[in-house]
């Protein structure tokens, strides 16, 4: 579980991140991140549909990606907010597969969002798209 002062409470704390906060998206979970400030704490919140599933699986769910939050927290503790939306496939994804996902979509999105000492692979971005040659 994480601590109250690295949690999202409120709708506006959650709209704030959505709306002006850099979007990643990959198979099972989108990642918004908005950076805060250093001086402020880390902070993570969570957006598990019933579209994901029963309540059982929207809580496992939940369960792992606090965790994956928790290991982001420990690297870095302060500066972000982030909001992390599980989407339908999640549900039937197993601990590699969601884990992998959440990190790819965490380092490009905080790349995004402007955060210190982050940065994307070349694997990470997309691909530039060519022009056709007239």
């Known amino acids: 579980m994480l601590p109250d002062q690295h949690r999202i409470r409120t709708s506006v704390q959650f709209s704030a991140t959505t709306r002006s906060g850099a979007r990643n998206g990959r198979r099972n979970v989108v990642v918004y991140v908005r950076p ?3 001086e402020q704490p880390a902070r993570f919140g ?66 995004r969002a402007g955060l210190p000492g982050t940065t994307t692979t070349a694997r990470d971005r997309r691909p530039a798209r060519e022009e056709p040659e007239s």
């Not at 809580?59 to 290991?71: G, I, S, Y």
């Not at 972000?80 to 884990?99: K, Q």
């Open 36 to 38: 805060t400030g250093d």
């Open 46 to 111: 969570f957006v598990v549909s019933k579209a994901v599933g029963n309540a059982v699986r929207r809580n496992k769910v939940k369960r792992r990606l606090r965790e994956l939050a928790q290991t982001t927290v420990r690297q870095s503790p302060y500066g972000y907010d982030v909001v992390v939306r599980a989407l339908p496939p999640a549900a039937g994804a197993d601990w590699a597969e969601l884990a992998a996902d959440y990190a790819k979509a965490w380092r490009t999105a905080s790349s």
